[in-house]
């Protein structure tokens, strides 16, 4: 009788495997599921962004990245510890398995694509590992890349990129970039932002990154609060 338990419950416990990590994952097709989340998550160990550094993922308590400052009081306090099994269930629905959390992802409900996901990122976040990211949007230089894709690095910068100056008047900013071109946003398409990281601007050096489809928004990257008053002029 208790053999017949114990095989009872072994069987209740394959039953409820999850289907990602039952289904063989191939990291080729997890790279390119990978490329929606490239935009908020960097796999470089030293390079945090929207989200945290993936680097080193696997056995990491959920909040426990010392050097990413904005994590939610719920993910912190979870308790969980990431590996195939949680990872799956957080990629499946994030505010179901961590309620409160700060994820905007939704959810991916095809089991076959989270276990390429988790296959992927098993390989290129182990220690020592140079993953490439995925490739970025389409588009020549940072003012055509639709905001899509990973952060640019913002030290290395075209000229149609790098803003000599910014001009106020009287609801429209007017943006002079070293090649010579002016570009002018209403204020309210106009944001204004800063990077203090090894990949942001040089200081007094903004950049201009574009933010909407139709080219009609964008934002001035700084690299210090300091220099935004600095920088905008008024005058018509």
């Keep these: 009788m208790k053999h017949l338990l114990i095989s009872a419950l072994g069987m209740l416990g394959a039953s409820i495997v999850s289907p990602a990590l039952a289904a063989e994952g191939d990291p080729g097709r997890g790279q390119r599921v990978f490329a929606a989340c490239a ?6 160990p030293t ?7 993936l680097s080193e993922l696997w056995n990491r308590q959920a ?12 993910l ?28 905007t ?7 076959q694509q989270r276990a390429d996901l988790l296959a992927y990122l098993k ?8 993953a490439a990211q995925p490739p970025q949007g389409p588009g020549g230089g940072m003012m055509g890349m639709m905001g899509g894709g990973s952060a640019p690095n913002l030290r290395k910068l075209d000229q149609q990129d ?3 100056t910014i001009r106020y008047c009287p609801d429209t900013y007017w943006v002079v970039t070293a090649d010579g071109k002016i570009h002018t946003f209403w204020e309210r398409n106009l944001r ?20 909407g489809m139709l080219g009609d928004r964008a934002s001035v990257i700084f690299a210090s609060p300091e220099e935004i008053g600095r920088f905008i002029n008024r005058g018509c």
């Design 47 to 53: 390079r945090n962004m929207t989200g945290p550094s």
């Design 39 to 44: 935009a908020c998550h960097s796999l470089e």
């Design 76 to 103: 912190k306090s979870s308790g969980i510890i990431w590996e195939d099994g949680t990872l799956d269930e957080f990629l499946k629905d994030p505010q179901q398995f961590i309620a409160g959390n700060q994820m």
């Design 162 to 164: 790098r803003v000599e």
């Design 105 to 111: 992802f939704r959810g991916l409900s095809n089991a």
């Design 63 to 74: 909040g426990g990245l010392a050097s990413f400052p904005r994590y939610s009081p719920a």
């Design 192 to 211: 204004f932002k800063t990077d203090s990281s090894g990949e942001g601007p040089e200081h007094g050096a903004p950049a201009i990154v574009d933010a």
């Design 123 to 130: 390989q290129a976040t182990q220690p020592g590992q140079a």
